[in-house]
């Protein structure tokens, strides 16, 4: 089991930057993949970053170049920073957590709003 908690969400101005955080409830060294999804309204969530336990990354072609995800192993902790941020990554961004033997993630948080003005 693992809890995850989400922050860091806001109002920002096209082209601003956020950072968000993700707190385990224990420690994600052995956690397989962590990663950071988002839900537009009216949209399904999708994926737009994950990063291994070896630290790999991977992004979503509308991210790449201006989010890195990050981790912190000793804080339990993985980050979502995010520049020149565009109207269209207004969305609730959730942190994911992929282990065992699962082939998605199985664990979730509850979520952060980023909004973006033009």
């Known amino acids: 089991q693992v809890q995850l908690v989400e922050s860091g969400g806001g109002l920002v101005q096209a082209g601003g930057s956020l950072r968000l955080s993700c707190v385990a409830s224990r420690s994600i060294g052995s956690i397989n993949t962590m990663g950071w999804s988002r839900q537009a309204p009216g949209k399904q969530r999708v994926l737009v970053a994950v990063?291994?336990?070896?630290?790999?990354?991977n992004y979503a072609d509308s991210v790449k170049g201006r989010f890195t995800i990050s981790r912190d192993n000793a804080k339990n902790t993985v980050y979502l920073q995010m520049n020149n941020l565009k109207p269209e990554d207004t969305a609730t961004y959730y942190c994911?957590?992929?282990?065992?033997?699962?082939?998605?993630?199985?664990?979730w948080g509850q979520g952060t709003q980023v909004t973006v003005s033009s």
């Open positions: 990063i291994t336990s070896s630290s790999n990354t």
């Open positions: 994911n957590a992929r282990t065992g033997s699962s082939l998605y993630p199985n664990y």
